[in-house]
């Protein structure tokens, strides 16, 4: 049962921070002339973090039950007449535990009557639909919550909050890292029968909707990752499956902090772009962005789970310098920042996540020293010096930039990282981007245990060295 204490849920979707970089970063210029590796690269990096907050469901009292039919033999006694109506709650709520989680066995097996099981006839051919999505992605687990006991709305409906954690592409019940989704059913209580009768899309509070919950899913799934998306792009995910998988391949070497299950990557158009996640419309220029999910806590609340990324499907080509760039950097995300702890984001974290996002795409220095293997926003970072504009500081992008801003911002915070693992090592760079973008902790207490300086005099440092690393490239 859920502990009497829980917060009423906050209203709406929850803001960005406000130096959270939202969607909608402008395309690069065009790179010099000489051609440097990538040509006509137009990189667009945006971790859109949705704020994971302690998010709770709240109780609300559950209202006498009107009938006292017996609906089934459940290990709870079936209510009667004698009995109040926290009796038929309390039955109820366990008679939906078991037919959701008999019914995700279904979906587990490939068995997709045991699936339809718990639905009414009147919502099967929606859930046939999320079946065969969840199928094609490779759904290995699949674990419901009821997050709060059923609440009467009279005439045999009642409505019930679910929570359900879900990993892609494992083996059936293999232990992973899930994502989770909040959201509202109402099922009806009728003669022996209790079935949900209408599923709500899971809320932006929870990320979502997610892809599978209003798509047609087709997916290729491959050693390391998984591509998917609407039926219409079918055409496209080999090519970006290749991608998705040496970009797996590259990521997995910083993903430090614990392996990833498997990378989990979406192709959209500009209408899925605008509906799934509950972002919004991110506007025309964005090419990619890796989201961290929440994970459902057994009280019916929030941590932060595992990412999906999702990359415009104008872009995905095998062939595409682009397109490689967007999802190597994108997985470079998702490989740092997964199943972090439970934290508040500082704006701090905001260079280190991405310029080590930066640097998963261009290579560490002793892989791709940038004498040969030239960064891709070195032209913007100087145009930006040479226009005497930058303030010496490692601030965040924010939608007001203009694009030599924006760009320039994401090149200052590459060099800054590249810097870092450099001269101190790739071991002290994971270890201080643990504090401070997984764990949230003080920038400068931080600075101090990893680098032995304050965090104003690392920024100096680093402030010294970018100018440098510029003027150079
Ligand atoms: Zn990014």
């Given at each position: 049962?859920?502990?009497p204490t829980?917060?009423p849920?906050?209203?709406g979707f929850p803001a960005?921070?406000?130096?959270?970089?939202?969607?909608g970063?402008?395309?690069?210029?065009?790179p010099p002339p000489?051609g440097?590796r990538?040509?006509?690269?137009?990189?667009?990096?945006?971790?859109?973090?949705?704020?994971?907050?302690t998010?709770?469901l709240?109780?609300?009292?559950?209202?006498?039950?009107?009938?006292?039919?017996?609906i089934?033999d459940?290990?709870?006694?079936?209510?009667d007449?004698?009995?109040?109506s926290d009796v038929r709650v309390?039955?109820?709520?366990?008679?939906?535990?078991a037919?959701?989680?008999?019914s995700?066995?279904?979906l587990?097996?490939?068995?997709?009557d045991?699936?339809?099981?718990?639905y009414?006839?009147?919502?099967?051919d929606?859930?046939?639909r999320?079946y065969?999505s969840l199928?094609?992605?490779?759904?290995?687990s699949?674990d419901?919550?009821v997050?709060?006991?059923?609440e009467?709305?009279?005439?045999?409906?009642?409505?019930l909050?679910?929570?359900?954690?879900y990993?892609?592409?494992?083996k059936?019940?293999?232990k992973?890292?899930p994502?989770g989704?909040l959201?509202?059913?109402?099922?009806?209580?009728?003669d022996d029968?209790f079935?949900?009768?209408?599923v709500?899309?899971?809320?932006?509070n929870?990320a979502?909707?997610?892809?599978w919950?209003v798509?047609d899913?087709?997916?290729?799934?491959g050693?390391?990752?998984?591509v998917a998306?609407?039926a219409k792009?079918?055409?496209?995910?080999?090519?970006?499956?290749?991608?998705?998988?040496?970009?797996?391949e590259?990521?997995?070497?910083?993903?430090?902090y614990?392996?990833?299950?498997?990378?989990?990557?979406f192709?959209?158009g500009?209408?899925e772009?605008a509906r799934w996640?509950g972002?919004?419309?991110?506007?025309?220029?964005?090419?990619?962005?890796a989201?961290p999910?929440?994970?459902?806590?057994?009280?019916?609340?929030?941590k932060?789970?595992?990412?999906?990324?999702?990359v415009?499907v104008d872009?995905a080509?095998?062939?595409?310098?682009e397109?490689?760039?967007?999802?190597?950097?994108?997985?470079?995300?998702?490989?740092?920042?997964?199943?972090s702890?439970?934290?508040h984001?500082?704006?701090?974290?905001w260079?280190?996540?991405?310029?080590?996002?930066?640097?998963i795409d261009?290579?560490?220095?002793?892989?791709?020293p940038?004498?040969e293997?030239?960064?891709?926003?070195s032209?913007?970072?100087?145009e930006?010096f040479?226009?005497?504009k930058?303030?010496?500081k490692m601030?965040?992008?924010?939608p007001t930039?203009?694009?030599?801003?924006?760009?320039a911002?994401?090149?200052?915070?590459?060099y800054?990282?590249?810097?870092l693992?450099?001269?101190y090592?790739?071991?002290?760079?994971m270890k201080y981007?643990?504090?401070?973008?997984r764990?949230?902790e003080?920038?400068?207490k931080?600075?101090?245990?990893?680098?032995g300086?304050?965090?104003d005099?690392?920024l100096?440092?680093?402030?010294?060295?970018?100018k440098?690393?510029a003027?150079?490239?």
């Amino acid at each position: 049962m859920l502990p009497p204490t829980m917060a009423p849920r906050p209203p709406g979707f929850p803001a960005y921070p406000p130096y959270q970089y939202p969607p909608g970063f402008p395309p690069l210029p065009p790179p010099p002339p000489r051609g440097p590796r990538r040509a006509a690269a137009v990189v667009v990096t945006i971790i859109a973090l949705i704020l994971i907050t302690t998010l709770t469901l709240g109780v609300t009292a559950a209202i006498a039950g009107q009938s006292n039919a017996v609906i089934g033999d459940g290990a709870v006694k079936s209510p009667d007449d004698n009995d109040g109506s926290d009796v038929r709650v309390n039955y109820l709520e366990q008679k939906a535990k078991a037919e959701l989680a008999d019914s995700a066995e279904g979906l587990l097996d490939g068995n997709e009557d045991k699936w339809l099981s718990v639905y009414d006839g009147s919502v099967h051919d929606e859930m046939k639909r999320r079946y065969n999505s969840l199928r094609a992605l490779r759904v290995s687990s699949f674990d419901y919550q009821v997050v709060k006991p059923p609440e009467d709305k009279s005439g045999g409906t009642w409505a019930l909050n679910l929570g359900v954690n879900y990993c892609l592409g494992g083996k059936k019940h293999a232990k992973c890292g899930p994502s989770g989704i909040l959201f509202n059913t109402e099922w009806t209580d009728k003669d022996d029968s209790f079935l949900i009768t209408r599923v709500d899309e899971s809320d932006p509070n929870s990320a979502g909707p997610r892809p599978w919950e209003v798509e047609d899913l087709k997916a290729k799934v491959g050693k390391r990752a998984i591509v998917a998306g609407p039926a219409k792009y079918e055409d496209k995910l080999n090519d970006a499956l290749s991608v998705a998988e040496s970009a797996a391949e590259n990521a997995d070497k910083y993903a430090v902090y614990g392996k990833v299950d498997r990378y989990v990557i979406f192709l959209a158009g500009d209408e899925e772009f605008a509906r799934w996640y509950g972002i919004g419309d991110p506007g025309d220029n964005v090419v990619g962005f890796a989201i961290p999910l929440p994970e459902v806590t057994k009280n019916g609340g929030t941590k932060p789970g595992g990412s999906e990324v999702v990359v415009h499907v104008d872009r995905a080509q095998a062939n595409s310098t682009e397109f490689t760039a967007t999802m190597r950097h994108e997985l470079g995300h998702v490989a740092t920042l997964h199943h972090s702890p439970e934290h508040h984001r500082i704006e701090e974290d905001w260079w280190l996540s991405e310029g080590v996002a930066e640097l998963i795409d261009h290579g560490a220095p002793k892989d791709a020293p940038l004498k040969e293997h030239p960064y891709l926003r070195s032209r913007d970072v100087q145009e930006y010096f040479k226009k005497d504009k930058w303030n010496g500081k490692m601030d965040p992008a924010t939608p007001t930039d203009d694009q030599l801003t924006g760009s320039a911002k994401y090149g200052i915070a590459f060099y800054g990282v590249y810097y870092l693992f450099d001269k101190y090592g790739k071991d002290k760079f994971m270890k201080y981007f643990k504090k401070i973008a997984r764990n949230g902790e003080d920038p400068d207490k931080s600075t101090k245990s990893v680098y032995g300086k304050s965090y104003d005099a690392l920024l100096k440092e680093i402030a010294k060295q970018v100018k440098k690393m510029a003027k150079a490239a």
